[in-house]
């Protein structure tokens, strides 16, 4: 049996303490906060999306960074395993849509109790306001931690570090692993908010806050070059767009937004080519003949969107509906189809939901987590190099990873 520490009692950590325990070991959590999960009650909008239903395989196709790194993880403990053990610590999950789960109470809360009671069922000990300092190491071994309060010394056989990243600093994510790291001659990667909302230049973002938009497709460019398609659902809000399609955007495009401002598309009516649209206008048009144009999209479009629309096609909005030509009925549809924004940045770390960047994975052994540079030392969740797109994935390899850590530890 060796003592096993872990820093932080987020996803990973908890995951992390439950492996650990299961192999056999005593097991110590020191989390800075005054709770566990600080980060998991948040998620979802407070219903944690706590991983996606897809076949274990197409996991992969959803990691934006690194995916290769995380066969040995998500096959060691898969999103089904996730799944089973919220069932068996009382937490009953369902599935959305895009295979989203989610427990059957919508509350994150939930989730963090069924781990607290499987943790108390291990017997790990939970050290809550207890922030690490740092890693104490000997002749390339870790021998323990060091904690903030009066300096003082935790020794360990193996540490886990399962802090986090930058992301909602206000939940403890701090960037403490990092430095842990660094510390102990490790490599980490370019951090950068991800699935974070975008900034648009144009101000007509304002007049539409708070619309919600379903089943459009969305398309960035960088000049004429796409950088990414996506079809799904967006906001509006007072500073520019966010939604699911255009946070998982933001990891695909924020190295070349970081350049050069980028071009946001959406398609309003991507079920429709442009000539079926023309003529549903065409017909829509004809059982209102008499209508000011203003009020003639009713049928088509939200209304905080209709006098937006109506600008950009540079039609009077006091112009009757039987006398707007063909050339201005194009307008329209081109506008619905091309609706463009000016994407100039991202929000910054407080809206980010996860850090893109993080420890390298070269220097970590992906069959068991383990540093390749300091034996006994291990790496789980959101503080190596790995990301995933919106919808449970993030979560999963926080427990993947955090589960095969801590189980891997002899």
């Known amino acids: 049996m060796s003592r096993v520490v872990v820093i932080g009692g987020g996803a990973a950590g908890m995951m992390a303490a439950i ?5 056999g070991h005593q097991v110590h959590i020191y989390e800075k906060n005054e709770k566990l ?3 998991i009650f948040i998620t979802g909008k407070g219903r944690c999306n706590l991983t996606n239903a897809c076949d274990t395989e197409e996991l992969f196709g959803n990691i934006i960074h690194n995916p290769k790194f995380l066969y040995s993880s998500f096959y060691s403990f898969t999103n089904f395993d996730m799944m089973d053990l919220m069932e068996q610590c009382g937490c009953p999950v369902k599935t959305e849509r895009g295979n989203r789960v989610f427990p059957v109470s ?5 989730v ?3 781990l607290s009671v499987r943790l108390r069922e291990l017997g790990v000990e939970v050290h809550l306001h207890e922030e690490a300092a740092g890693l104490e190491t000997d002749a390339g071994h870790v021998t323990g931690i060091r904690l903030k309060k009066g300096g003082r010394l935790v020794p360990a056989d193996a540490v886990i570090v399962a802090t986090g990243g930058l992301s909602y600093p206000t939940t403890g994510s701090t960037g403490d692993g990092y430095r842990f790291a660094k510390a ?4 980490v990667t370019e951090l950068s908010p991800a699935l974070v909302p975008f900034e648009t230049r144009e101000t007509v973002v304002k007049d539409l806050q708070g619309l919600s938009l379903r089943n459009i497709r969305v398309r960035i460019l960088k000049g004429s070059k796409e950088l990414y398609e996506e079809f799904g659902e967006m ?8 939604g699911p399609v255009l946070l998982s955007a933001s990891s695909f495009v924020a190295e070349a937004l ?14 429709l080519s442009e000539e079926q649209l023309d003529a549903r206008i065409l017909r829509d048009f004809e059982e209102i003949k008499n209508k000011q144009y203003k009020n003639a999209l009713v049928h088509l479009l939200p209304a905080k969107l209709m006098p937006v629309i109506v600008e950009r096609s540079q039609i009077s909005p006091e112009k009757q ?4 030509t063909r050339e201005e009925r194009h307008r329209i549809v081109s506008q619905m189809k091309d609706f463009r924004l000016t994407l100039t940045g991202l929000r910054d770390y407080k809206e980010a939901i996860i850090t893109q960047g993080g420890v390298s994975v070269r220097e970590v052994n992906p069959s068991t987590m383990e540093s390749k540079k300091i034996q006994g030392l291990y790496f789980a969740g959101e503080v190596l190099d790995l990301d995933g797109v919106t919808g449970g994935f993030n979560l999963q390899i926080a427990w993947s990873t955090g589960y095969l850590a801590g189980s891997s530890i002899e």
């Open 19 to 23: 492996g650990a325990a299961g192999a």
């Open 112 to 114: 963090i109790h069924a």
């Open 106 to 110: 919508d509350k994150s809360s939930d």
């Open 37 to 39: 999960g600080k980060k």
């Open 235 to 242: 906001l509006f809000t007072h500073y520019g767009v966010s």
């Open 184 to 187: 102990q001659g490790h490599t």
């Open 321 to 324: 509906v039987n006398e707007i």
């Open 258 to 271: 970081k350049k050069e401002p980028l071009t946001l598309t959406i398609d309003l009516k991507p079920a």
